[in-house]
């Protein structure tokens, strides 16, 4: 049977990131220094070969693809856009913090809907969506090592819904331009939409070819037949 090899990666900086800004729909391309942040990845480490790079819409995932892949085919994921801060999106917390409608979306927990902004479960519904499409296209295709082009929360809602080890999507932060390999076995995947996931990623240049997982884990046992 076939594995696959998935690599997600954070995109690269934007000014908003910079300024300390909440960067959702706002859809800002990288600035200056985070292409030279890119290339200086890119000359010092490695970013695997694929044969295929998936990306969200959104224009700071397409310049990132363009540095790190720029002569691969790029196929774009809806529904893997960032979350949708909604009346708070290019605001910094300086700006906001002291509000009553910020005050009610942090007590929430971010669960509710910031106002003109996207519900939590909903932003984790279509984020999952979007991998899936992205894992059943990999597999339809006989697509064996693909780049994955996306943003710090989708990322970290992802890994912590679908990625063995377990663990919460905080665990699961990647600086830009770097994260993580993601091994995908048909069979698992298709008994309970799991995936290993591996080192971080750019590697090391002296790293071995084959990444080490993160440490020994248990894959969920398939459940026996009445």
Known sequence: MIDYKLYLIRHGITQGNLEGRYIGSTDLPLCREGEKQLQKLK??????EVQMVYSSPMQRCLDTAEVLYPDNHLQLIQNLREYDFGIFDGKSVEEVGSTEAFRRWSDSGMREAPEGGERMENFVGRCEEGFCQVVEDMMRRKITEAALILHGGVMMNLMAAHAYPQREPVYWQAEPGEGY??????????????????????YKKNDRKEPEPFQQFDLPKQEEEE
């Open 43 to 48: 000359r010092s480490r490695i970013y695997p």
């Open 181 to 202: 390999t993601l091994l995908i076995t048909p069979q698992i995947w298709h008994r309970s939409r799991v995936v290993e996931a591996f080192d971080p990623i750019p």
